[in-house]
């Protein structure tokens, strides 16, 4: 029997041009140089929305650092045991700012009730004036990461901050302003609880995401069993098994699987036909074949065989040397 291995990569997503980690540092800038301006505002003006939003900049500036930190150690080579390198510090950076989040949002429901309950004086036109400038700073910061490539994790986390900075921020306008008009007080409390909304569904959203990937779920755009299918077809292919789709990180699918292919075919060229076939239809370019001779029957070839098996449709030989139709 052969056995094929055929590795291609699509390191594409790891490599992070410099003109990304500059627009993530120019971001950290304005989010950083504003949160303190929002702080002593806050304090002033009396506005737990204010201090919210603060709080919230404050999130922001630590999510965009550890991406900027994160995307220096997946750069790192793969060495020792580190087979595919640092590439999963991303996922933890997504999972980190999830649970930022969500601590977030259980700290501002519990003062937001407290102060519908019992609101103190809210100066509107502080809150009002700092809300809109905010508003733009946060407006450039998300401009400038809606640039870099989004289609990881971890920089997608640090957008997802600054995005729901920037509602917040307008939450906390409206706030401010019907305070000024109109007295109730509770305004500033609502806008609160409107950023603690918005902040649950973006942290959910990156502890769900992140959570897949470090369950080596396959991606939510790939069916292991379509693809499993797709490679049955092949004239040559008896069976398939053993067939594992993961994420190693943010755009970066990863298949293996035992192929069992008819006794009169050549193991190297349908190993190589099936990995164009993977890179193509599917766009997985990492691919692990392990390509055998072989009759039906996982039991035959993998004394634990893991999830479904998928068997060819063409006529095939038995261990008996006769010939069946699958």
Partial sequence: MGAGHGHRHGHGHAVREGADRRRLAGALALIVGYMAVEVVAGVLAHSIALISDAAHMLTDAFAIALALVAMRMAARPARGAYTFGWKRAEILSAQINGVTLLLLVAYFLYEGVARLLDPPAVVGPVVLVTAVTGIAVNAAAAWLLSRSDRRGLNVEGAFQHVLNDLYAFVATAVSGLVVWLTGIRQADAVAALIVAALMLKAGWALLRDSARVLLQAAPSDLDPDEIGRVLAADPDVVEVHDLHVWTVTSGYPTLSAHVLVARGADCHPVRAR?????????????????VDHGSPGAADHCADPHGPSHQGGHRREDHLGRTADA
Wanted: aromatic letters at 6%; zero cysteines.
């Fill in 274 to 290: 099936l990995a164009d076939l993977l890179h193509e239809r599917f766009a997985i370019g990492h691919t692990t074949l392990q």
